[in-house]
């Protein structure tokens, strides 16, 4: 699935602190040190003075990844955004967010490097009011073991670790999880059990040194820390942004803490891990030039006409916003403004040359994306070069976009898609890579079949198989992937389980099933038969054929847990 082709930095939002092509050199340019937590013994006198406009929220965003989401969010419930570009704004804040997103050693650098650690700390020494998000709870912790050990703010007691995935856990955790409140800590008090959206493949754990900190944990193979409070300081592991109308509960009420924001909050019925429910917007430039969604059958997006025109099943932000209202759990597109549920791009992720000679490498394209509103990167043919020179030499180069992204976003914000064929086999051992014995043989009787890869939008097969794919690109930092199937795309008789199944049993990452949703029992068919951690489709979705909700109360009624 391609999305809209590479951005120039001129489309992108613009930070007064720190530009788009600028916090991507002083972040590709860090060294991994082994830091120690920040000492307050050492730490002089800082002085700390709010500001008085209400209506200001200042925002650390130390320039990676995704923060235009919690900018959304902050003007959308009425706020304005001032942003941090000296240590001093931090101590003047009347209030301060920091969406963290990214990887743990990078952020303590630039942190360390410019004074705003040391910041940072004195600010919350002096209990002044202050949401941490995601990365942004975890720098609270004395150290993390990601690309570590690595110090941390040395705040909270306690080390930063990576999940275990020896139980069958899914690492990265994402999706939407429940929330297991242990004291009154004012943000939460409208979550009211229902589900919160999470991605992150480290977590710190609760202990006697750091109880009298934590607000709430989640179950994820262990008991982890959801959510930290003392006093004025709240820092959560979920993305409140990324939580839908839930989530902005939460940032109203870190916002507005002595408001009176809602009656009687609604109860949900979340308990544990949700499956997710995607909606897929593949946004093409038409024959006009206009973009519009698109939907291919086998991968032509072309009206089966005289005049073969590119299908148009609407426009991107409308739909875009349909599906957030309809409570999609996921929209892949292009950032839009108005849905605050995680939204994941592809398309173009890769380096290149343009016709002036600048080199772009592709963790460049990759923050182009980040920065405009992408949660997450997905790549596809490059996945499959990346993953062909890694089978032939063994060796991670770290030059690959897969480890140049995941090493400084985190494995978390890397997708790879894989777009495989079927190729029918009557004995197994007729190729070297991993078949399977088919569910339904093949059109002349043949019983097996493996997977061949392809690149370029599926014009093009390689020497490679989606099992040795999906094996390889995990090892090089994949987070999650993305598992299509051309010869069931647009066919609408389900997915092909027999793929989803071999490639989900074969990776401890999250798999997205996808390709040939026609109605409701296809995603419960796939839930109950494989280990697919979320389902999506499009055509049904954008021609209103078969709605989100509809899904989604079928799959409840099969006791098949969702977010509602």
Not at 430 to 445: A, M, Q, R, W, Y
Request: some cysteine.
């Amino acid at each position: 699935m391609e999305a809209a082709p590479f951005t120039s930095p001129s489309s992108t939002s613009k930070t007064p602190s720190i530009s788009s092509s600028s916090s991507l050199i002083s972040l590709s340019k860090i060294s991994y040190r082994n830091h120690s937590p920040l000492k307050f013994k050492s730490r002089r006198n800082l002085s700390v003075r709010a500001s008085n406009d209400d209506s200001v929220v200042t925002l650390l965003d130390y320039g990676a990844g995704n923060v235009r989401s919690v900018r959304n969010a902050i003007r959308h419930l009425g706020f304005q955004i001032k942003d941090v570009q000296t240590p001093k704004d931090i101590l003047n804040a009347r209030r301060l967010i920091f969406p963290g997103v990214g990887a743990f050693a990078p952020a303590m650098d630039v942190l360390n490097d410019n004074g705003m650690g040391e910041a940072l700390c004195s600010y919350i020494q002096n209990d002044r009011p202050f949401l941490g998000i995601c990365l942004g709870l975890q720098l609270l912790f004395e150290s993390s073991d990601e690309n570590g050990p690595v110090g941390g703010l040395g705040m909270i007691p306690g080390v930063v670790g990576r999940f275990d995935s020896s139980h069958g856990f899914r690492v990265p955790h994402i999706g939407w999880n429940a929330l297991q409140i242990t004291k009154d800590s004012e943000i939460l008090d409208d979550i009211g059990n229902r589900h919160v959206y999470f991605v992150h493949s480290y977590r710190a754990m609760p202990s006697n040194e750091n109880k009298e900190w934590i607000s709430s944990t989640c179950n994820y193979g262990d008991e982890f820390i959801a959510s930290v409070r003392r006093g004025n300081v709240h820092a959560v592991q979920f993305h409140p942004e990324k939580s839908g109308d839930v989530g902005l509960s939460v940032l109203r009420r870190f916002l507005l803490p002595k408001s009176s924001l809602t009656g009687k909050r609604t109860e949900g019925k979340a308990s544990k891990l949700a499956k997710r429910v995607i909606a897929c917007l593949d946004v093409r430039a038409n024959d006009e030039g206009d973009l519009v969604v698109t939907k291919g059958d086998q991968y032509d997006v072309r009206e089966h006409a005289e005049q073969s025109k590119v299908r148009n099943l609407g426009k991107p932000v409308e739909l875009a916003g349909q599906y957030y209202n309809d409570g999609a759990d996921e929209v892949l597109r292009r950032a839009s403004e108005n849905v605050f549920v995680p939204l994941t791009v592809g398309g173009g992720i890769r380096d290149f040359t343009d016709l002036n000679g600048r080199y772009y490498s592709s963790l460049e394209v990759a923050s182009e994306y980040f920065r405009p509103g992408a949660d997450k990167i997905s790549v596809g043919s490059d996945a499959v070069h990346a993953a062909e020179e890694y089978l032939k030499t063994k060796v991670k180069t770290g030059k690959s976009s897969i480890e140049q992204i995941s090493r400084v976003y985190g494995n978390q914000a890397v997708v790879v898609s894989i777009d495989p064929r079927r190729v029918y086999l009557n004995d197994p051992s007729d190729v070297e890579f991993k078949s399977i014995k088919l569910t339904t043989p093949g059109p002349n009787g043949e019983e097996y079949a493996w997977y061949q890869c392809t690149i370029n939008g599926g014009r093009e097969g390689r020497p490679i198989g989606a099992y040795e794919l999906a094996k390889a690109v995990e090892e090089l930092g994949a987070g999650e992937i993305l598992l299509n199937c051309i010869d069931c795309d647009g066919q609408g008789k389900g997915f092909d389980i027999d793929l989803v199944k071999m490639i989900s049993d074969a990776v401890s990452i999250p798999v997205i099933a996808s390709s040939g949703a026609g109605v409701s029992e296809h995603f419960s068919d796939v839930f109950s038969k494989t280990n697919a951690s979320a389902a999506l489709a499009a055509g049904i979705f954008h021609r209103k054929e078969v709605p989100v909700q509809s899904v989604k109360e079928h799959l409840l009624k099969e006791g098949i847990e969702v977010r509602i």
